[in-house]
């Protein structure tokens, strides 16, 4: 079958709305509806085909989650399975901010270097009148 529109516009929506429902395989950021990869245009006209059938949304649905996983569905159900396709791009936020925090605090406590002491100032002020030989005056 083509991917031409069928000649049923009903048929055609249903197909449109599972379309959207359903993941590109190929592009992966895309559903079927905006892909024109030759697997999705495939997998289209399969959706086609099993509503001609007579099968309803959920059985199509069910069919491709059988057949590919739950990954070919835009929104995967929450389960066991699909907890890093839920959860991975938060925890990997959490973990930038932390990495990133932890940098500027390390950052921060290197450039907060403590000054110097009375003695250290004394010591310097002297090495300094000395003309920097190295020598402290109480050494000579």
Same mark, same amino acid.
């Given at each position: 079958?083509?991917?031409?529109? %069928?000649?049923?516009? %009903?048929?055609?929506?249903?197909?449109?709305?599972?379309?959207?429902?359903?993941?590109?395989?190929?592009?992966?950021?895309?559903?079927? @509806?905006?892909?024109?990869?030759?697997?999705?245009?495939?997998?289209?006209?399969?959706?086609?085909?099993?509503?001609?059938?007579?099968?309803?949304?959920?059985? $199509?649905?069910?069919?491709?989650?059988?057949?590919?996983?739950?990954? $070919?569905?835009?929104?995967?159900?929450?389960?066991?399975?699909?907890?890093?396709?839920?959860?991975?791009?938060?925890?990997?936020?959490? @973990?930038?901010?932390?990495?990133?925090?932890?940098?500027?605090?390390?950052?921060?406590?290197?450039?907060?270097?403590? @000054?110097?002491?009375?003695?250290?100032?004394?010591?310097?002020?002297?090495?300094?009148?000395?003309?920097?030989?190295?020598?402290?005056?109480?050494?000579?």
């Amino acid at each position: 079958m083509s991917v031409h529109a %069928a000649d049923d516009a %009903a048929l055609e929506q249903r197909v449109q709305r599972l379309s959207e429902e359903l993941r590109c395989l190929v592009c992966q950021n895309q559903s079927l @509806a905006d892909s024109h990869a030759d697997l999705a245009v495939d997998l289209k006209n399969q959706v086609r085909e099993k509503l001609k059938q007579g099968a309803s949304e959920k059985d $199509v649905i069910a069919f491709m989650t059988e057949r590919y996983g739950d990954f $070919v569905l835009y929104r995967p159900p929450m389960k066991a399975t699909t907890l890093l396709l839920w959860f991975g791009p938060g925890l990997l936020l959490v @973990a930038g901010l932390v990495a990133l925090f932890l940098r500027l605090r390390r950052r921060a406590a290197v450039e907060a270097e403590p @000054a110097l002491t009375s003695d250290e100032r004394a010591r310097a002020a002297a090495l300094l009148e000395d003309g920097g030989s190295g020598i402290e005056p109480n050494q000579r």
